[in-house]
Protein backbone atom coordinates (compact mmCIF):
# COMPACT_ATOMS: atom_id res chain seq x y z
CA UNK A 1 0.00 0.00 0.00
CA UNK A 2 1.79 2.89 -1.31
CA UNK A 3 1.55 6.45 -1.62
CA UNK A 4 3.19 9.55 -3.01
CA UNK A 5 2.55 12.36 -1.99
CA UNK A 6 3.38 15.54 -3.85
CA UNK A 7 4.03 18.11 -0.77
CA UNK A 8 5.34 21.30 -2.43
CA UNK A 9 6.13 22.90 -5.50
CA UNK A 10 8.43 26.12 -5.38
CA UNK A 11 9.23 25.83 -9.09
CA UNK A 12 8.42 29.86 -10.27
CA UNK A 13 5.37 30.93 -12.18
CA UNK A 14 7.11 31.49 -15.06
CA UNK A 15 8.14 27.95 -15.68
CA UNK A 16 4.92 25.77 -14.57
CA UNK A 17 2.08 28.75 -15.44
CA UNK A 18 -1.25 27.68 -14.54
CA UNK A 19 0.16 24.15 -13.53
CA UNK A 20 2.11 25.73 -11.20
CA UNK A 21 -1.47 26.56 -8.97
CA UNK A 22 -2.33 22.65 -9.79
CA UNK A 23 0.56 21.62 -8.25
CA UNK A 24 0.41 23.78 -5.00
CA UNK A 25 -3.64 23.23 -4.76
CA UNK A 26 -2.79 19.66 -5.00
CA UNK A 27 0.30 19.58 -2.34
CA UNK A 28 -1.54 21.66 0.25
CA UNK A 29 -4.28 19.04 -0.11
CA UNK A 30 -1.46 16.18 0.53
CA UNK A 31 -0.06 17.87 2.93
CA UNK A 32 -3.18 18.26 4.91
CA UNK A 33 -3.70 14.16 4.17
CA UNK A 34 0.11 14.13 5.37
CA UNK A 35 -0.42 15.72 8.25
CA UNK A 36 -3.56 14.78 9.70
CA UNK A 37 -3.37 10.76 8.85
CA UNK A 38 -1.06 8.28 10.32
CA UNK A 39 0.28 5.23 8.73
CA UNK A 40 -1.14 1.79 9.08
CA UNK A 41 1.22 1.17 11.75
CA UNK A 42 -1.19 4.43 14.07
CA UNK A 43 2.57 6.15 13.98
CA UNK A 44 1.59 9.40 12.86
CA UNK A 45 3.06 10.20 9.33
CA UNK A 46 6.30 12.54 9.32
CA UNK A 47 5.98 15.88 7.35
CA UNK A 48 8.33 16.75 4.67
CA UNK A 49 7.86 20.53 3.68
CA UNK A 50 9.80 21.71 0.71
CA UNK A 51 12.02 24.24 2.31
CA UNK A 52 13.05 27.45 0.29
CA UNK A 53 15.96 27.73 1.96
CA UNK A 54 19.19 25.06 2.61
CA UNK A 55 21.60 26.08 4.56
CA UNK A 56 23.26 28.99 6.69
CA UNK A 57 26.56 29.25 5.28
CA UNK A 58 27.92 30.87 8.62
CA UNK A 59 26.51 28.19 10.54
CA UNK A 60 28.70 24.61 11.27
CA UNK A 61 27.04 23.75 8.05
CA UNK A 62 29.31 25.67 6.02
CA UNK A 63 32.48 24.18 7.41
CA UNK A 64 33.36 22.65 4.20
CA UNK A 65 31.61 21.86 0.39
CA UNK A 66 30.50 18.83 0.84
CA UNK A 67 29.20 17.22 -1.98
CA UNK A 68 25.37 16.24 -1.71
CA UNK A 69 25.05 17.58 1.76
CA UNK A 70 21.23 17.67 3.01
CA UNK A 71 19.94 20.72 3.81
CA UNK A 72 20.52 21.52 7.85
CA UNK A 73 16.74 22.78 7.89
CA UNK A 74 15.60 19.90 5.74
CA UNK A 75 17.19 17.66 8.48
CA UNK A 76 15.91 19.68 11.11
CA UNK A 77 12.59 19.47 10.01
CA UNK A 78 12.58 15.58 10.44
CA UNK A 79 14.32 15.34 13.50
CA UNK A 80 11.94 17.32 15.61
CA UNK A 81 8.93 15.69 14.60
CA UNK A 82 10.79 12.66 16.26
CA UNK A 83 11.26 11.82 20.09
CA UNK A 84 14.74 13.11 21.40
CA UNK A 85 15.80 10.19 23.84
CA UNK A 86 16.45 7.87 20.51
CA UNK A 87 18.85 6.28 19.24
CA UNK A 88 19.56 7.52 15.02
CA UNK A 89 22.11 6.37 12.88
CA UNK A 90 23.04 7.59 9.46
CA UNK A 91 24.81 4.88 7.56
CA UNK A 92 26.01 7.47 5.01
CA UNK A 93 26.95 10.40 7.17
CA UNK A 94 28.61 12.66 4.86
CA UNK A 95 29.48 15.93 6.37
CA UNK A 96 27.63 14.82 9.57
CA UNK A 97 24.48 17.23 9.20
CA UNK A 98 21.68 14.64 10.16
CA UNK A 99 23.86 13.85 12.91
CA UNK A 100 24.42 17.71 14.14
CA UNK A 101 20.99 18.48 13.95
CA UNK A 102 19.95 14.82 16.42
CA UNK A 103 22.34 15.93 18.53
CA UNK A 104 21.95 18.81 19.29
CA UNK A 105 18.07 17.74 19.66
CA UNK A 106 19.61 15.28 22.68
CA UNK A 107 19.86 12.35 20.45
CA UNK A 108 22.17 9.72 20.46
CA UNK A 109 23.59 10.05 17.30
CA UNK A 110 25.74 7.14 15.15
CA UNK A 111 27.14 8.24 11.98
CA UNK A 112 29.37 5.53 9.30
CA UNK A 113 30.99 6.90 6.79
CA UNK A 114 33.75 5.48 4.39
CA UNK A 115 35.39 8.87 3.15
CA UNK A 116 37.59 9.73 5.66
CA UNK A 117 37.13 13.42 4.98
CA UNK A 118 33.23 13.00 5.71
CA UNK A 119 34.20 11.20 8.85
CA UNK A 120 36.54 13.95 10.16
CA UNK A 121 33.65 16.94 9.22
CA UNK A 122 31.26 14.36 10.87
CA UNK A 123 33.64 14.45 13.89
CA UNK A 124 34.08 18.00 14.22
CA UNK A 125 30.70 18.78 14.45
CA UNK A 126 29.87 16.42 16.83
CA UNK A 127 32.67 17.42 19.08
CA UNK A 128 31.39 19.72 22.11
CA UNK A 129 34.50 22.07 23.26
CA UNK A 130 33.98 25.59 24.48
CA UNK A 131 34.82 28.41 21.77
CA UNK A 132 37.49 30.04 24.33
CA UNK A 133 39.29 25.99 24.04
CA UNK A 134 39.37 26.23 19.93
CA UNK A 135 40.47 29.93 19.94
CA UNK A 136 43.46 29.34 22.03
CA UNK A 137 44.02 25.79 20.36
CA UNK A 138 44.07 28.06 16.88
CA UNK A 139 46.17 30.55 18.26
CA UNK A 140 48.83 28.00 19.78
CA UNK A 141 48.61 26.26 15.91
CA UNK A 142 49.06 29.14 13.97
CA UNK A 143 52.24 29.75 16.09
CA UNK A 144 53.75 26.70 15.81
CA UNK A 145 53.06 26.76 12.02
CA UNK A 146 54.61 30.61 11.70
CA UNK A 147 57.73 29.75 13.73
CA UNK A 148 58.29 26.48 11.14
CA UNK A 149 57.88 28.08 8.16
CA UNK A 150 59.86 31.02 9.27
CA UNK A 151 63.02 28.46 10.39
CA UNK A 152 62.07 26.60 6.87
CA UNK A 153 61.51 22.95 8.25
CA UNK A 154 58.40 23.03 6.15
CA UNK A 155 58.12 20.41 3.21
CA UNK A 156 57.02 21.59 -0.30
CA UNK A 157 52.96 21.13 -1.00
CA UNK A 158 53.22 18.01 -3.94
CA UNK A 159 53.19 19.18 -7.12
CA UNK A 160 49.22 18.14 -8.33
CA UNK A 161 47.71 20.35 -5.21
CA UNK A 162 50.19 23.11 -5.78
CA UNK A 163 49.35 24.31 -8.61
CA UNK A 164 45.67 25.32 -7.91
CA UNK A 165 47.75 27.52 -4.92
CA UNK A 166 49.41 30.95 -4.59
CA UNK A 167 53.08 29.60 -3.30
CA UNK A 168 53.08 31.96 -0.54
CA UNK A 169 49.55 30.07 -0.32
CA UNK A 170 50.84 26.50 -0.59
CA UNK A 171 53.58 27.23 2.20
CA UNK A 172 50.98 27.78 4.39
CA UNK A 173 49.03 25.15 4.36
CA UNK A 174 52.19 22.99 4.72
CA UNK A 175 53.05 24.57 7.58
CA UNK A 176 49.96 24.01 9.16
CA UNK A 177 49.37 20.61 8.24
CA UNK A 178 52.39 19.25 10.07
CA UNK A 179 50.10 19.63 13.04
CA UNK A 180 47.32 17.89 11.63
CA UNK A 181 47.36 14.75 13.83
CA UNK A 182 47.16 17.21 17.40
CA UNK A 183 44.55 18.66 15.97
CA UNK A 184 41.13 18.73 17.57
CA UNK A 185 38.28 17.60 15.59
CA UNK A 186 36.63 20.65 15.48
CA UNK A 187 39.93 22.35 14.53
CA UNK A 188 40.41 19.31 11.73
CA UNK A 189 37.35 20.15 9.88
CA UNK A 190 38.03 23.97 9.98
CA UNK A 191 41.60 22.59 8.32
CA UNK A 192 40.09 21.09 5.81
CA UNK A 193 37.35 24.14 4.87
CA UNK A 194 40.33 26.56 4.71
CA UNK A 195 41.72 24.31 2.24
CA UNK A 196 39.10 24.39 0.40
CA UNK A 197 38.73 27.85 0.22
CA UNK A 198 41.81 29.46 -0.14
CA UNK A 199 42.53 26.90 -3.21
CA UNK A 200 39.45 29.09 -4.31
CA UNK A 201 40.70 32.19 -3.81
CA UNK A 202 43.88 31.82 -4.92
CA UNK A 203 41.86 31.55 -8.11
CA UNK A 204 39.88 34.45 -7.63
CA UNK A 205 36.88 32.45 -6.32
CA UNK A 206 35.46 32.09 -9.48
CA UNK A 207 35.40 28.16 -9.14
CA UNK A 208 31.89 27.27 -9.11
CA UNK A 209 30.78 23.87 -8.21
CA UNK A 210 31.16 22.47 -11.31
CA UNK A 211 34.76 24.05 -12.22
CA UNK A 212 36.64 23.64 -8.53
CA UNK A 213 40.04 23.26 -9.95
CA UNK A 214 40.10 24.97 -13.04
CA UNK A 215 43.24 26.80 -13.79
CA UNK A 216 42.88 30.71 -12.94
CA UNK A 217 46.47 32.59 -13.91
CA UNK A 218 47.63 34.57 -12.12
CA UNK A 219 46.98 33.20 -8.57
CA UNK A 220 46.36 35.33 -6.04
CA UNK A 221 47.85 35.38 -2.38
CA UNK A 222 45.35 34.42 0.21
CA UNK A 223 46.33 34.08 3.90
CA UNK A 224 45.74 30.58 4.75
CA UNK A 225 46.43 31.42 8.44
CA UNK A 226 44.06 34.21 8.39
CA UNK A 227 41.32 31.66 6.91
CA UNK A 228 41.56 29.36 9.20
CA UNK A 229 41.30 31.66 12.31
CA UNK A 230 38.01 33.05 10.59
CA UNK A 231 36.57 29.70 10.09
CA UNK A 232 37.19 28.38 13.94
CA UNK A 233 35.43 31.51 14.81
CA UNK A 234 32.65 31.85 12.40
CA UNK A 235 31.39 28.33 12.69
CA UNK A 236 30.95 27.13 16.29
CA UNK A 237 27.78 26.10 16.96
CA UNK A 238 27.52 25.26 20.66
CA UNK A 239 25.83 21.72 20.89
CA UNK A 240 23.39 20.25 23.21
CA UNK A 241 25.47 19.43 26.12
CA UNK A 242 24.67 16.22 25.59
CA UNK A 243 27.14 12.80 25.38
CA UNK A 244 28.93 12.86 22.33
CA UNK A 245 27.75 10.66 19.71
CA UNK A 246 29.85 8.35 17.75
CA UNK A 247 31.27 8.18 14.16
CA UNK A 248 32.44 5.20 12.27
CA UNK A 249 35.13 5.36 9.12
CA UNK A 250 33.47 1.71 7.76
CA UNK A 251 31.24 0.53 4.79
CA UNK A 252 27.38 0.29 5.69
CA UNK A 253 27.43 -2.72 3.67
CA UNK A 254 28.97 -4.17 6.98
CA UNK A 255 26.89 -2.28 9.27
CA UNK A 256 25.95 -5.09 11.45
CA UNK A 257 30.23 -5.59 12.51
CA UNK A 258 29.75 -1.54 13.44
CA UNK A 259 27.27 -1.17 15.26
CA UNK A 260 25.42 -3.02 17.73
CA UNK A 261 22.21 -5.41 16.39
CA UNK A 262 19.14 -4.06 17.41
CA UNK A 263 20.26 -1.22 19.01
CA UNK A 264 18.75 1.29 16.41
CA UNK A 265 15.64 3.20 16.46
CA UNK A 266 15.71 5.13 13.42
CA UNK A 267 17.87 5.37 10.63
CA UNK A 268 17.94 8.84 8.60
CA UNK A 269 20.12 9.04 5.48
CA UNK A 270 20.92 10.73 1.86
CA UNK A 271 22.73 7.70 0.44
CA UNK A 272 25.20 8.19 -2.18
CA UNK A 273 23.11 8.53 -5.61
CA UNK A 274 23.16 5.97 -8.41
CA UNK A 275 26.39 6.86 -9.73
CA UNK A 276 26.65 10.62 -10.30
CA UNK A 277 28.86 11.92 -7.23
CA UNK A 278 32.36 11.07 -6.58
CA UNK A 279 32.78 11.86 -2.95
CA UNK A 280 36.77 12.17 -3.21
CA UNK A 281 36.74 14.39 -5.83
CA UNK A 282 36.61 18.20 -6.18
CA UNK A 283 38.29 19.73 -2.96
CA UNK A 284 38.76 16.61 -1.37
CA UNK A 285 40.98 15.47 -4.54
CA UNK A 286 43.09 18.75 -3.51
CA UNK A 287 43.14 17.67 0.26
CA UNK A 288 43.92 14.11 -0.25
CA UNK A 289 47.07 14.89 -2.44
CA UNK A 290 48.06 17.44 0.13
CA UNK A 291 48.40 14.70 2.72
CA UNK A 292 49.39 12.28 -0.03
CA UNK A 293 46.45 9.66 0.84
CA UNK A 294 45.36 7.06 -1.61
CA UNK A 295 42.35 9.01 -3.24
CA UNK A 296 41.61 6.09 -5.78
CA UNK A 297 41.76 3.19 -2.82
CA UNK A 298 39.36 5.26 -0.64
CA UNK A 299 37.11 5.98 -3.72
CA UNK A 300 36.65 2.19 -3.94
CA UNK A 301 35.78 1.44 -0.54
CA UNK A 302 31.83 4.23 -2.03
CA UNK A 303 29.57 2.66 -3.41
CA UNK A 304 29.15 4.60 -6.32
CA UNK A 305 28.96 2.65 -10.14
CA UNK A 306 25.31 2.23 -11.17
CA UNK A 307 26.20 -1.72 -12.47
CA UNK A 308 26.25 -2.63 -8.54
CA UNK A 309 24.30 0.16 -6.66
CA UNK A 310 21.11 -2.42 -6.48
CA UNK A 311 23.01 -4.97 -4.81
CA UNK A 312 25.26 -2.89 -3.01
CA UNK A 313 21.89 -0.97 -1.57
CA UNK A 314 20.28 -4.00 -1.07
CA UNK A 315 23.14 -4.91 1.23
CA UNK A 316 22.95 -1.85 2.87
CA UNK A 317 19.13 -2.27 4.09
CA UNK A 318 19.74 -5.91 5.16
CA UNK A 319 22.37 -4.56 7.30
CA UNK A 320 20.11 -1.81 8.37
CA UNK A 321 17.37 -4.44 9.37
CA UNK A 322 20.34 -6.13 11.73
CA UNK A 323 21.54 -2.98 13.55
CA UNK A 324 17.64 -1.48 14.35
CA UNK A 325 14.86 -2.58 16.68
CA UNK A 326 11.68 -4.09 15.69
CA UNK A 327 9.67 -0.93 15.52
CA UNK A 328 12.28 1.28 14.02
CA UNK A 329 11.71 3.91 11.48
CA UNK A 330 14.08 3.76 8.66
CA UNK A 331 14.11 7.01 6.59
CA UNK A 332 15.61 7.71 3.09
CA UNK A 333 16.07 10.90 1.19
CA UNK A 334 16.77 9.51 -2.39
CA UNK A 335 16.02 11.05 -5.86
CA UNK A 336 15.51 10.72 -9.67
CA UNK A 337 17.85 8.97 -12.07
CA UNK A 338 17.96 9.76 -15.76
CA UNK A 339 19.14 6.79 -17.79
CA UNK A 340 19.09 5.46 -21.60
CA UNK A 341 15.24 4.58 -21.30
CA UNK A 342 13.78 7.57 -19.19
CA UNK A 343 13.94 8.01 -15.60
CA UNK A 344 14.30 5.77 -12.64
CA UNK A 345 12.24 7.10 -9.91
CA UNK A 346 14.02 6.80 -7.05
CA UNK A 347 11.67 6.04 -4.57
CA UNK A 348 10.38 3.35 -6.22
CA UNK A 349 13.75 1.72 -7.40
CA UNK A 350 14.22 1.34 -3.67
CA UNK A 351 11.12 0.63 -2.49
CA UNK A 352 11.85 -2.48 -4.71
CA UNK A 353 15.13 -3.75 -2.58
CA UNK A 354 12.97 -5.09 0.01
CA UNK A 355 9.93 -7.50 -0.12
CA UNK A 356 8.08 -5.39 2.04
CA UNK A 357 6.61 -2.05 0.62
CA UNK A 358 7.27 1.49 2.56
CA UNK A 359 4.69 2.32 5.22
CA UNK A 360 4.77 5.92 2.40
CA UNK A 361 6.81 7.37 0.10
CA UNK A 362 6.61 11.40 -0.08
CA UNK A 363 7.60 13.05 -3.40
CA UNK A 364 9.05 16.90 -3.72
CA UNK A 365 9.49 19.05 -6.63
CA UNK A 366 11.69 21.43 -5.32
CA UNK A 367 14.22 24.49 -6.61
CA UNK A 368 16.02 27.48 -5.35
CA UNK A 369 19.12 26.19 -5.75
CA UNK A 370 21.56 27.24 -8.36
CA UNK A 371 21.12 23.61 -9.99
CA UNK A 372 17.46 24.55 -10.62
CA UNK A 373 18.33 27.43 -13.13
CA UNK A 374 20.03 24.70 -15.34
CA UNK A 375 17.46 22.32 -14.93
CA UNK A 376 15.04 24.71 -16.67
CA UNK A 377 17.08 25.34 -19.29
CA UNK A 378 17.59 21.47 -19.51
CA UNK A 379 13.74 20.90 -19.09
CA UNK A 380 13.93 19.27 -16.14
CA UNK A 381 12.48 19.56 -12.88
CA UNK A 382 14.51 18.22 -9.90
CA UNK A 383 12.74 15.54 -7.78
CA UNK A 384 13.53 14.08 -4.43
CA UNK A 385 11.35 11.12 -2.71
CA UNK A 386 11.29 10.53 1.02
CA UNK A 387 11.12 6.92 1.18
CA UNK A 388 10.05 5.56 4.62
CA UNK A 389 9.45 2.21 5.91
CA UNK A 390 8.22 1.14 9.79
CA UNK A 391 9.40 -2.16 10.64
CA UNK A 392 6.54 -2.63 12.94
CA UNK A 393 4.50 -2.75 9.95
CA UNK A 394 7.24 -4.53 7.56
CA UNK A 395 10.74 -4.07 6.13
C1 LIG B 1 24.78 11.99 -0.23
S1 LIG B 1 26.24 11.81 0.72
C2 LIG B 1 25.69 12.14 2.34
C3 LIG B 1 25.70 13.61 2.63
C4 LIG B 1 25.33 13.95 4.05
N1 LIG B 1 23.90 13.75 4.29
C5 LIG B 1 25.71 15.38 4.37
O1 LIG B 1 24.84 16.19 4.74
O2 LIG B 1 26.89 15.73 4.21
C6 LIG B 1 26.51 10.08 0.70
C7 LIG B 1 27.73 9.61 1.50
O3 LIG B 1 27.82 8.21 1.39
C8 LIG B 1 29.18 7.85 1.58
N2 LIG B 1 29.39 6.46 1.15
C9 LIG B 1 29.41 5.97 -0.11
N3 LIG B 1 29.60 4.65 -0.08
C10 LIG B 1 29.70 4.29 1.23
C11 LIG B 1 29.87 3.04 1.89
N4 LIG B 1 30.02 1.91 1.22
N5 LIG B 1 29.87 3.03 3.24
C12 LIG B 1 29.74 4.19 3.94
N6 LIG B 1 29.60 5.39 3.36
C13 LIG B 1 29.57 5.44 2.01
C14 LIG B 1 29.92 8.91 0.78
O4 LIG B 1 31.26 9.03 1.21
C15 LIG B 1 29.07 10.16 1.06
O5 LIG B 1 29.64 10.87 2.13
Redesign the pocket.
Known amino acids: MREIHVVESLVPNDVLGASRQKALDFSRANEAYVKYRTSASGRTKLVFEALKSVNNPKSIHGLYP?R???SALDARQVLSQLPSSLTLLD????????LHEGQKLGMDVIG????PI?YSLSQAKLEQKSREDYIAEVTTLLQAAKWSLEKNCVPAMPEGPARHFHEQSANEVMSVSLFREQMSAYVKGCYYGAIALTARGCNHYRWTSSSVGKNIEPKQYISFYEKLEEKVKKHYAANCGQPTGRVILG???QLSQLVEPGSVDVVFT????FDALD?TAYYGKIIYEIHEENRLEIKE????RFADYSANMERVLEEINRVTRQDALIIFVVGDKKAKDGTIDGGQFFASLREKQPAYIVERVYSGSQSQIFDTLNRTRRKEQIVVWDKSIGF
Open positions: YGKIPFCGSGTIVDNNADARSPPYYGLIQ
